[in-house]
C-alpha cells in the first residue's frame, strides 16, 4: 500500500535562507508524487508533480523537488524563501486510480 | 474560470444537529471528492464521485456520513447527529477524471465545528 511521511511537522526558518521539506514515500507500484501547499484559509493548491522523465521537478513560485527512488524521497527545496511562503505543505501520492494519500503536512514559518 | 466553491466556509452546529456542506466543483469536471482535514491529521479521503455514481465510500468515517451528487455538478456531504470528533475542516476537490495522474483542484473548505 501506498504512504507518505512527513517528518517535520513545523519548520521555521529566516526569509532568504534556504529551505528543504522532507517527504519520504512507501509505494510498490510506479510512483507519481505531488506537493501541494495550503495558505491560510485556503484550499490546497499544486506546487508541483513527478510523473516520469527528469528526477528534478520544478514548480510554482521557485520550488523544485528531487525524485530519488533509491531513498525513496522527494524533498521540496526553495533557494531563498520569502515571508509569504509561510503556509502548510503536504506531499501526496496516488493509492489506486483516483485516491491520493496525503501526509500529514508540514508547517513552513518564514521569519523576518 | 471559476474554481471550487464551497458553503459555508464556516459552520457551528450543536452535538445533535444535522448539517449540509456543499461543493460546486469545476465545470467540466467528471471526478469529485471530500476530503476531512483534522488538526495533526492532514488530510483524510471520504469519498469519490465519477459523475453522479460514488464508487468509492470507503473512507466515510461511520453512516451518519452521506454525500450525495446530483447532475453531475454539484454535491453535498451531510452528517446526521453531529458529534465534537467531527469538528474539522472538510475539503472539497475536482479532477477532469478520477485519474492518479489527474490534478485535484481544491475548495477553500468548510471549518465545521460542533459544541
Known amino acids: 500500500a501506498q504512504s507518505v511521511t512527513q517528518l517535520d511537522s513545523q519548520v521555521p526558518v529566516f526569509e532568504e535562507a534556504p529551505v528543504e521539506l522532507r517527504c519520504n514515500y512507501s509505494?510498490?507500484?510506479?510512483?507519481?508524487l505531488f506537493w501541494y501547499v495550503q495558505y491560510p484559509n485556503q484550499g490546497l493548491q499544486l506546487l508541483l508533480k513527478y510523473l516520469s522523465g527528469s528526477t528534478l521537478v520544478k514548480g510554482i513560485n521557485g520550488f523544485e523537488a528531487e525524485f530519488n527512488k533509491s531513498q525513496t524521497s522527494f524533498h521540496l527545496r526553495k533557494p531563498s524563501v520569502h515571508i509569504s511562503d509561510t503556509a502548510e505543505y503536504f506531499c501526496?501520492?496516488?493509492?489506486?486510480?483516483?485516491?491520493?494519500?496525503f501526509g500529514t503536512g508540514t508547517r513552513l514559518k518564514v521569519l523576518a | 474560470g471559476a474554481g471550487v466553491s464551497q458553503s459555508p466556509s464556516n459552520k457551528v452546529t450543536e452535538k445533535g444537529k444535522d448539517v449540509e456542506l456543499r461543493c460546486d466543483p469545476i465545470?467540466?469536471?467528471?471526478?469529485l471528492y471530500w476530503y476531512r482535514q483534522s488538526l495533526g491529521q492532514g488530510l483524510e479521503f471520504l469519498i469519490y464521485f465519477q459523475g453522479n455514481s460514488a464508487p468509492d465510500k470507503s473512507g466515510l468515517p461511520s453512516d451518519r456520513f452521506s454525500a450525495e451528487r446530483t447532475g453531475g455538478s454539484v454535491s453535498t456531504l451531510t452528517i446526521q447527529r453531529t458529534q465534537q470528533e467531527d469538528s474539522a475542516v472538510y475539503l472539497c476537490?475536482?479532477?477532469?477524471?478520477?485519474?492518479?495522474?489527474?490534478?485535484?483542484?481544491f475548495g477553500p473548505g468548510t471549518r465545521l465545528t460542533v459544541t
Open positions: 476537490a475536482s479532477s477532469f477524471s478520477g485519474g492518479e495522474i489527474y490534478e485535484q483542484y
Open positions: 501526496a501520492v496516488p493509492s489506486g486510480t483516483y485516491k491520493y494519500i
Open positions: 465545470s467540466g469536471h467528471t471526478a
Open positions: 509505494s510498490s507500484v510506479s510512483v507519481y
